[in-house]
Each structure stands twice: as structure tokens, then as C-alpha cells.
């Protein structure tokens, strides 16, 4: 047969670029292209220790969020070997967290609270079939419609709540944690039991946030501590003692009161026994989600104090709509919440600006990943940078100024923010369970609270923006001088 000179060139081309082609999938197969990838750029950071003295700092979402305009929506740190990747913007965050869901849906191991102190069985650090479980079971007593069921007892809290505020304002950090612990409680255990089930749930959670701070395990630096026998290891023995403890009671609480007439519509009566889960699972998950709901939501009802106080015309707005649409003779239920735009936008507002979790809920990637034409290794840390987010100048005019108006015409679709306007949530399959039974809670609590009482600064007291403290993950108001007082209502 004849080749001419081009079909010469043309056979010849196909050949080498088809031996390219394979030697690039060989490669690709062989693992060595993962060593050539590299790392999504930050901080060089220490040999061995990498950038530990983030560990000690205070507030490091400020510095994650400098690290944005120098290296960009992706970063990725060092810190003792452990790899932490950081998500700077909405849409590093919904395509890892949210598109690639399944990748990025693992909790980072952590020796000390989720398996010594919890056994394994707390919803938010466990994943896999266990997780799957579990977040069916708390969509079923979580999910929208099922929140209206603890509507009537949301709203005999929260008038509590503000009679013991006006009672005895000096003490309002102890009522508000009170009153959010019985509510979440009595939405539990039934409101029978929710002064047992409260001693039990805050001591609990107590102990959990003293060592969610960094630094407070050495175990979790150093797993090989965990393997010495209790004899060897003190802190080992106590805090196994403890599981033993809280797992005694918080199962005895769901046996006793799994067919117990005085649980009424709580989650008790809903889970016991109808679901797929065993007595333990399902008494971890009423525990956890009790202890969650009270800690989260009384740090940030603070949160809203400290604006009423610093943005005094916003909380007048707000007691106008509420005077207009409630009128002084009565309290606001839930029913006069779509009629209250502004208290409702108050919500969103304080869930904004100073984000309880601002760096989430930490996630880590189960699998090794590219993104950006970087590799992103399973095993890594990955943060959702919330804060920075909720501060984007592009969708938050002045992201810094309490501003609730902004939520009345917000037309900007949040990528990630399933209409909610803001991020303070998290993302994708692991986003907050409780976000609607929160936003209840905080409409309530808010709504009634405007109602009756002035949040005013104390005369003489300095008031600033910046009281609030870091514990870990969590940012919430120290205790801060204000004053509460009666409004001039017939209620
Ligand atoms: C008050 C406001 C609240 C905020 C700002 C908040 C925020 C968050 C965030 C950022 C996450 C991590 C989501 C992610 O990984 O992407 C989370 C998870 C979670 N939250 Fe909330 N939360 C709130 C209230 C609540 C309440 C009231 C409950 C329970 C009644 C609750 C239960 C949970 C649970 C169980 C998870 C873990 C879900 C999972 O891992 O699948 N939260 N929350």
C-alpha cells in the first residue's frame, strides 16, 4: 500500500499522542500523579509544628479570613502533621461541603470527646450508617412540620423567660440559660421531667465545651496516650467513669420514660421504639440534641441583647411592628409571625453578625480530592470559614453594623444558604438539624422580649461590639452590664 508524506505524519502523531495518552493513565492510576498535585497554598509555618501557635490564638477566623486575600478561597495549614484546609468563600464551600458532599461529609477524629467521653455515640462527630441513622431520627422530630408541635411550649418558655428577666434583670445570663435548657428539655423528655433531665443535660455539656478547647487534649496530639492500660492513665479513668455515668442516666431517662404518659409530645414519645435505632442510640441522640439546642441557642440570645443595647433605633423598630401587630393586651405567638417581617429579619440579623460557630463545625474529607487544580488528601481538617462569608461586602452592605433591614428585600440567593440569608448553619447533608427548631425559639424569645422589655446600656458603662469571648469553635457574649426594664404593656 502507498502513504503519502501526510498520512505518514498523521499515523505518526496518533501514535505518539495515544502512548501519552496511556502513560498519563498509568501515571494518574499509579499514585504518583497525587505526589505531583500540589497543595492549595498558605502559611509556610514551622518545621514539624507547622503554624502552631494558631492553637493559642484567640479568634482565628480573623486570621483565616486575612489569609483569604493572600492566598485565596482555599488554604491549607500545618499544625503538629495534621493537614487543615480552609474554605474562605461561598463557592469553595458549597462545591466541596455541598456538590461533593459525600467526600467531605466525615467529622476529624477526636479521641478524647467523641469516643472516651461519648462512647461513639454523639450525632455530631460520628458518620456512616450510625450518622445516617441517626440524622433520620432527629429530621423526623426536627424537620419543619414537626417543630410545630412544640410551638405551645416554646411560647409558655419564653413568657417565663421574660417574667423572670424583669424579676430579677441583674441575672439575666442564668435565666436565659435556664429557660432555653427546660425548653429544649421539656421538648425531650416531656415537660415532667425537664428539671432532671436539665441538671443532668448542663452538666454534661459543660464538661464537653471545657475540653472542645484547644490544647485541652494532649490525647487527641498524641492518640498513643488513649492505648495506655486506666491503671497507667488518670485522666483516662475519670473520663471513662464519666461516660459510664451520663450513659446510665441518659439511658435509664429514655427506658423510664419511653411509655410514660407525662412525655406527652416530646421527642421521647416520638423515638422510643419506633425507630431503627437501639435504646442507647436513641437515648445519646435526645441527650445530644437537648444539650446542643440549650448551649447554642442561650449563647446566642445574648448576641441580641448586645444589639438592642448598641442599636437602640433598631429596637425600636422592632417594638413598633410588634406594638402594631400584637398591641399591648396580649403576648406575640408564632401565629402573628408572618405578620412581624422586621422581628423575623432581627433573627437572621443576630445569627449573622456574630455567628456562634464561625468557623462551623469542623469536617473531614474521606477521600483524596482535587480542586482548583489542587489536591486536597483525605484525612484533612476542612473549615468552613462562616465568618468571612457572612461578611462578604458584596451581599452585606456595612457587614459590620447590626442592620436587620437588610433581610427585607434581600434578594441575593446565598449559595449554600437554603434561603436562610446567611451561612451560620454549615452546609450540605451535615447542615444544623435543629435550624428550624432554632429559629423558633430565637423568633419566640426575641418577639416576646421586644414585647415587654427596654434593653438599654447602663449609664456609665462603656458598651462596645467587642465582649465576646472564644471557646474553640464557639464565640459567644461575655457577661456584659445592661439593663432591662418593664415596658408599659397590660400583659
Ligand atoms: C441556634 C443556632 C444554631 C446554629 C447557628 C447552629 C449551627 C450549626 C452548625 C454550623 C453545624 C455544623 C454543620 C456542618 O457541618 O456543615 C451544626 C450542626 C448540628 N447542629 Fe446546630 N446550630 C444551632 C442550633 C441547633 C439546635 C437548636 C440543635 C438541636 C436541637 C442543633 C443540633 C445540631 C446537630 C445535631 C448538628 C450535627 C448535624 C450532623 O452532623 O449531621 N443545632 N449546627
Redesign the pocket.
Known amino acids: 500500500m502507498y502513504l503519502d508524506s501526510s498520512m505518514v505524519l498523521q499515523l505518526y502523531l496518533c501514535a505518539v499522542f495515544g502512548l501519552a495518552s496511556l502513560f498519563l493513565v498509568r501515571w494518574k492510576a499509579s499514585g504518583r500523579f497525587r505526589k505531583v498535585a500540589s497543595s492549595p497554598p498558605g502559611p509556610p509555618g514551622l518545621p514539624f509544628l507547622g503554624s502552631v501557635s494558631l492553637l493559642w490564638e484567640r479568634k482565628p477566623w480573623l486570621r483565616f479570613t486575612e489569609w483569604k486575600d493572600v492566598y485565596g478561597p482555599v488554604v491549607q495549614l500545618r499544625i503538629f502533621g495534621k493537614t487543615i484546609v480552609v474554605l474562605n468563600t461561598h463557592e469553595a464551600a458549597v462545591d466541596l ?1 455541598c456538590r461533593r458532599g459525600r467526600d467531605y461529609d466525615g ?1 476529624p477524629r477526636s479521641i478524647l470527646i467523641s469516643e472516651m467521653m461519648t462512647g461513639g455515640l454523639a ?2 462527630l460520628i458518620h456512616g450508617d450510625l ?1 445516617k441513622r441517626h ?1 433520620r431520627a ?1 429530621q423526623s422530630v ?1 424537620n419543619p412540620r414537626a417543630v410545630e408541635q412544640y410551638h405551645g411550649n416554646q411560647e409558655r418558655h419564653s413568657k417565663q423567660l421574660v417574667q423572670d428577666l424583669l424579676q430579677d434583670p441583674e441575672e439575666w445570663p442564668e435565666h436565659i440559660k435556664r429557660s432555653l435548657y427546660s425548653l ?1 428539655c421539656s421538648v425531650g423528655y416531656g415537660d415532667a421531667n425537664k428539671d432532671r433531665a436539665s441538671y443532668r443535660i448542663r452538666n454534661f455539656i459543660g464538661r464537653i465545651v471545657h475540653a472542645a478547647i484547644p490544647g485541652s487534649s494532649a490525647t487527641d496530639f498524641f492518640p498513643v496516650l488513649a492505648r495506655l492500660p486506666t491503671w497507667l492513665s488518670p485522666p483516662k479513668r475519670h473520663y471513662l467513669a464519666q461516660f459510664r455515668a451520663d450513659n446510665r442516666e441518659f439511658v435509664g431517662m429514655v427506658s423510664s420514660l419511653g411509655s410514660d404518659v407525662t412525655t406527652g409530645d416530646s421527642m421521647v414519645t416520638s423515638l422510643h421504639g419506633t425507630n431503627e435505632m437501639s435504646t442507647s442510640e436513641c437515648a445519646w441522640l435526645i441527650a ?2 437537648c444539650a ?2 440549650g448551649e ?2 442561650s449563647s ?1 440570645l445574648p448576641t441580641f441583647l448586645l444589639a438592642m443595647a448598641l442599636y437602640p433605633d433598631v429596637q425600636r423598630r422592632a417594638q413598633s411592628e410588634i406594638d402594631n401587630i400584637v398591641g399591648k393586651d396580649r403576648f406575640p405567638t408564632f401565629e402573628d409571625r408572618h405578620k412581624l417581617p422586621y422581628v423575623q429579619a432581627i433573627v437572621r440579623e443576630v ?1 449573622r453578625w456574630r ?3 464561625p468557623i ?2 469542623p ?1 473531614s474529607c474521606l477521600q483524596d480530592n482535587y480542586y482548583g487544580g489542587h489536591l486536597i488528601e483525605a484525612g484533612s481538617i476542612v473549615v ?1 470559614n ?1 465568618w468571612a462569608m457572612n461578611r462578604d461586602p458584596l451581599l452585606y452592605p456595612d457587614y459590620d453594623e447590626f442592620r436587620p433591614e437588610r433581610f427585607l428585600n434581600f434578594e441575593h440567593d446565598v449559595p449554600g444558604a437554603l434561603g436562610q440569608g446567611h451561612v ?12 428550624h ?2 429559629n423558633d ?2 423568633f419566640i424569645n426575641i418577639a416576646v422580649i421586644l414585647h415587654a422589655c427596654d434593653i438599654t446600656k447602663r449609664l456609665h458603662c462603656p458598651l462596645t461590639k467587642d465582649v465576646f469571648e472564644d471557646f474553640g469553635i464557639v464565640t459567644r457574649p461575655g457577661i456584659f452590664p445592661c439593663q432591662i426594664t418593664a415596658r408599659n404593656n397590660d400583659v
Not at 451560620?424 to 435550624?435: E, H, L, P, V
Request: glycine letters at 14%.
Open positions: 461541603l467529622r450525632f455530631p450518622w440524622r432527629a426536627l429544649y445530644v440534641l446542643i439546642g447554642v441557642t446566642v445569627l455567628p456562634i460557630g462551623g463545625f469536617r468552613p462562616i451560620s448553619y454549615g452546609f450540605g447533608d451535615r447542615i444544623c438539624s435543629g435550624m427548631i432554632a425559639a430565637l
